[in-house]
Antibody, heavy 114, light 112 residues
Framework: QIQLVQSGPELKKPGESLKISCKAS????????MQWVKQAPGKGLQYMGW????????TYADDFKERFVFSLETSASTAYLQINNLKNEDTATYFC???????WGQGVMVTVSS | DVVLTQTPVSLSVTLGDQASISCRSS???????????LEWYLQKPGQSPQLLIY???NRFSGVPDRFIGSGSGTDFTLKISRVEPEDLGVYYC?????????FGSGTKLEIK
């Protein structure tokens, strides 16, 4: 069956970096784009952007054009979200989701605190 | 950017009754290919969002026929007939027609 399995929770300090993984299985990885969605504590869903899994070209929503990097390891059917120079406001759960198709990862809770 | 306005913000429904959620877009969501990329998601407490409806009215695999999406252009509705306990959570509309893609602000469904 189709699954997106994300890496585990992260606790980081401001200014540090992190890299979240999203491993896909049950389908051909390069047949579908991968999206990323942010959900701050108690808040709604915020679209971050997507990456073309055939070309590796990322597209970022305006709020995520700096400090955020989408990447791929196609041979491992894995997408990555890297966040550089972490800020307190990056504290959130980050989801990967296949696009289109309605399949989501379980989310990664990221806490940024000094 | 396209703004999706969901109403109501919250909804309290008796089990077995119908619930209706509105999603209004600041621009038409009909794409140049003739399709309208409006989706509905349900996020149950502590879970990832799950796709209910895509392209306005198509139910995703395994979604009960109690969930009915309708609308066109800028006005869309999700109706849930015969509300069941497992329907509680936050419902989001989402548009994939215009870049950047955007979510509505959510409607919280509670059971009376």
């Amino acid at each position: 069956q189709i699954q997106l399995v994300q890496s585990g929770p992260e606790l980081k300090k401001p200014g540090e970096s992190l890299k979240i993984s999203c491993k896909a299985s049950g389908y051909t990885f390069t047949d579908y784009a991968m999206q990323w969605v942010k959900q701050a504590p108690g808040k709604g869903l915020q679209y971050m952007g997507w990456i073309n899994t055939q070309t590796g070209k990322p597209t970022y929503a305006d709020d995520f054009k700096e400090r955020f990097v989408f990447s791929l390891e196609t041979s491992a059917s894995t997408a990555y979200l890297q966040i550089n120079n972490l800020k307190n406001e990056d504290t959130a759960t980050y989801f990967c989701a296949r696009a289109p198709g309605g399949y989501w990862g379980q989310g990664v809770m990221v806490t940024v605190s000094s | 950017d396209v703004v999706l306005t969901q109403t109501p913000v919250s909804l309290s429904v008796t089990l077995g009754d119908q619930a209706s959620i509105s999603c209004r877009s600041s621009q038409s969501l009909e794409y140049s290919d003739g399709y309208t990329y409006l989706e509905w998601y349900l996020q149950k407490p502590g879970q990832s969002p799950q796709l209910l409806i895509y392209e306005v009215s198509n139910r995703f695999s395994g979604v009960p026929d109690r969930f009915i999406g309708s609308g066109s252009g800028t006005d869309f509705t999700l109706k849930i007939s015969r509300v069941e306990p497992e329907d509680l959570g936050v419902y989001y509309c989402f548009q994939a027609t215009h870049d950047p893609l955007t979510f509505g602000s959510g409607t919280k469904l509670e059971i009376k």
